[in-house]
């Protein structure tokens, strides 16, 4: 998703550099997709992967058992989704866009939808499923996850190295806050004031102003996600090794001391 999001970058460059568009109306339409499809293509995999960690920590027999083919099946079904999932967006921007158009992106026009009611709706539901509802459940695992890594107690004898393990496993909701909460607060009034729902001028103009700071934000994610999932996954999955092996082997001395009790 972060490939195909940074190879259509220079197309959006020289748009905004030269204010025309001489790629024809179907590239412009895959941009604009690609920049969907990787915003909630990457909401979808750091809620994934908050989701497998909090799995992994509380389930540690589970996580043995856990095989590679889940993870592909799980992608798979992620892209599939967030693929369809993202069509509106550009099916809303294509409005009266013809073949030799020189405009594109921001200065694309918005189909009108009559209802006003039908709009806020439809923004509503693509915020809370879009945004609310992952953020919900990273925030939920994070805290989770950090409360399991503070309560036991193992062999991580520096108080530095704790830390790090905590830090670590604070950086998807750090990522997600930073690159998609203002994007996806500042877009509800976007597409309200797009739509002329909102109509008051102050507004509307603060809305479409910080709108691209916003945009840029949003597409930082695609730095800043290499750089999580290789720090991240070699520390992680080392403390999901000790806090496995300390819950398994408490286990088993309780099963040995229930079985000493009986005998």
């Not at 520390?235 to 398994?248: A, K, L, T």
């Amino acid at each position: 998703a972060d490939l195909a999001h940074v190879l259509s970058l220079p197309l959006r460059i020289y748009y905004y550099i030269n204010s025309t568009w001489p790629f024809g109306r179907f590239l412009c339409l895959l941009c604009f997709y690609l920049k969907y499809l990787n915003m909630y293509a990457s909401i979808c995999f750091l809620t994934c992967i908050s989701i497998q960690r909090y799995f992994f920590l509380y389930q540690p027999f589970k996580a043995k058992d856990w095989k590679r083919r889940y993870d592909v099946a799980i992608s798979t079904v992620v892209w599939l989704f967030v693929g369809v999932a993202c069509l509106p967006f550009p099916i809303m921007r294509s409005y009266g866009l013809a073949n030799n158009t020189n405009t594109c992106f921001a200065d694309l026009q918005v189909r009108q939808i009559n209802s006003k009611v039908a709009t806020v709706l439809m923004m509503g539901a693509a915020e809370l499923f879009g945004f609310i509802g992952p953020l919900v459940i990273i925030l939920f695992c994070t805290w989770k996850t950090k409360d399991s890594l503070q309560g036991f107690q193992i062999s991580l004898q520096k108080s530095s190295e704790k830390r790090k393990a905590l830090r670590m496993v604070s950086m998807c909701a750090i990522v997600f806050c930073v690159c998609f909460a203002p994007y996806h607060i500042n877009f509800f009034f976007y597409m309200l004031v797009k739509e002329n729902v909102i109509t008051d001028c102050f507004l509307s103009t603060i809305t479409l102003y910080i709108q691209p700071f916003c945009l840029s934000l949003a597409s930082l994610d695609c730095c800043l996600d290499p750089i999580l999932y290789f720090f991240m996954t070699s520390e992680f999955q080392d403390q999901i090794s000790r806090h496995s092996s300390m819950v398994i082997r408490s286990r088993l001395m309780s099963k040995e001391s229930a079985s000493s009790t009986k005998e």
